[in-house]
């Protein structure tokens, strides 16, 4: 982690530095076709320009995002769920209650990692009673970033799928890779705890709820998904209705981050080899490989066992990666459904008005709609 010394002088270099190279890009994306995606409008181009600022800044100071467990302004927005380790199962012919552990295996392979206390918000306002359905949703982050308050962008994408689509949201604020202590599994963790919180506290069948995750937070639910089907004893974790994947980050290889900056896509998207580098290296284990199934889905796909929709932006960096990842899984046997969002960039259905891309949001939020409804089990 740079030093305090590094972070104040490279602030004040930004400071000096930014807004002059602003300038310089504002008058030079006036020709259409010196725009990073010649059909972008200028407030598109500018608008990348700027996250590009942003996330430079934030990824070489390698910015803090503290995960408090209290409410704040949010109220009964926010609520702290707590790990339940076993789960009741059915009762023997004594009357005695049988249960079973619901952290096992690769949840317990890297030491000093440990279920513990998450907390999530309610999207788009907490309800009077226990919901009948439920979308289970994943920020994007590279497991360093971001969360699932408003203020850290939580409110950007899940609050608009929730009111379009009608499935109250709670968004998990999952633990970021900081340390030894934060490395995979402690997100996978994060997200059983969450999904048993639905099931086991709101008692909401599984049938009914829905696993949506963007960038990082798709590869979560990738591995949730893993978990469910390959260490899970169904009395315990059933498999959900669908999942929704937004441009899911599935390829952590070490090589396969070195060469994004060649992608013919790197100018007209926010994400940049130096971010997803970071993330890679706080997220994987000590003495684990990068392209381990377990946090590299791409090359390592296996049957999922629900419908699952793939959304990418065609102008985003991880958009082969992206494709080829949903192709693998279809020749797995999977169903999976793919919304290819042209000219966007990375999360498509989180680039609205700010990105002028109105009518790319409306068409994803519509789609992944649909999908919630008509891949009932």
């Given at each position: 982690m740079p030093s305090k010394a590094f972070t104040y002088f490279y602030t004040a270099y930004a400071l000096v530095t930014v807004p002059a190279w602003l300038a310089a890009v504002a008058i030079y994306y006036i020709p259409r076709f010196l725009r990073p995606?010649?059909?972008?409008?200028?407030?598109?181009?500018?608008?990348?320009?700027?996250?590009?600022?942003?996330?430079?800044?934030?990824?070489?100071?390698?910015?803090?995002?503290?995960?408090?467990?209290?409410?704040?302004?949010?109220?009964?927005?926010?609520?702290?769920l707590h790990p339940q380790k076993t789960i009741p199962t059915k009762t023997d012919k004594e009357g005695g209650q049988q249960s079973k552990e619901v952290y096992t295996g690769i949840t317990r392979?890297?030491?000093?990692?440990?279920?513990?206390?998450?907390g999530a918000v309610w999207y788009p306002e907490a309800p009077a009673e226990p919901p009948r359905r439920l979308i289970i949703h994943f920020h994007g982050s590279a497991y360093v970033m971001f969360g699932s308050r408003p203020e850290?962008?939580?409110?950007?994408?899940?609050?608009?799928?929730?009111?379009?689509?009608?499935?109250?949201?709670?968004?998990?604020q999952y633990r970021l890779s900081r340390d030894k202590t934060t490395t995979f599994p402690?997100?996978?963790?994060?997200?059983?705890?969450?999904?048993?919180?639905?099931?086991?506290?709101?008692?909401?069948?599984?049938?009914?709820i829905a696993f949506a995750g963007d960038s990082a937070g798709g590869n979560l639910v990738l591995a949730l998904l893993r978990y469910i089907n390959e260490e899970r004893n169904p009395a315990v974790l059933p498999l959900p209705r669908c999942a929704i994947l937004s441009s899911p980050w599935v390829d952590?290889?070490?090589?396969?981050?070195?060469?994004?900056?060649?992608?013919?896509?790197?100018h007209s998207d926010y994400v940049k080899h130096n971010f997803l580098a970071w993330g890679r290296e706080a997220f994987t284990p000590e003495e684990w490989e990068s392209n381990h199934p377990w946090i590299t889905f791409l090359g390592n796909e296996t049957q999922l066992g629900i419908p699952v929709l793939v959304n990418t932006g065609t102008s985003e960096v991880l958009y082969d990666g992206i494709m080829q990842f949903a192709e693998n899984l279809r020749q797995k046997g999977n169903e999976v459904e793919v919304l290819e969002s042209l000219n966007a960039a990375h999360i498509p259905y989180q680039l609205g008005k700010d990105w002028d891309l109105e009518e790319v949001q409306a068409v994803c939020l519509a789609t992944m709609t649909r999908y919630l409804e008509k891949s009932g089990r």
């Open positions: 995606n010649p059909v972008w409008t200028y407030k598109t181009a500018l608008t990348c320009s700027l996250w590009n600022v942003v996330m430079n800044y934030w990824t070489t100071v390698q910015k803090l995002w503290p995960k408090p467990l209290e409410a704040g302004p949010l109220g009964n927005r926010f609520i702290v392979s890297v030491p000093g990692v440990n279920p513990l206390p998450v850290e962008t939580g409110d950007v994408g899940i609050n608009e799928l929730s009111k379009w689509s009608g499935w109250p949201a709670l968004a998990i402690a997100a996978l963790q994060d997200g059983i705890t969450a999904y048993v919180y639905a099931l086991e506290i709101l008692k909401i069948p599984a049938s009914q952590l290889r070490a090589n396969a981050i070195d060469e994004v900056p060649r992608n013919r896509n790197y």
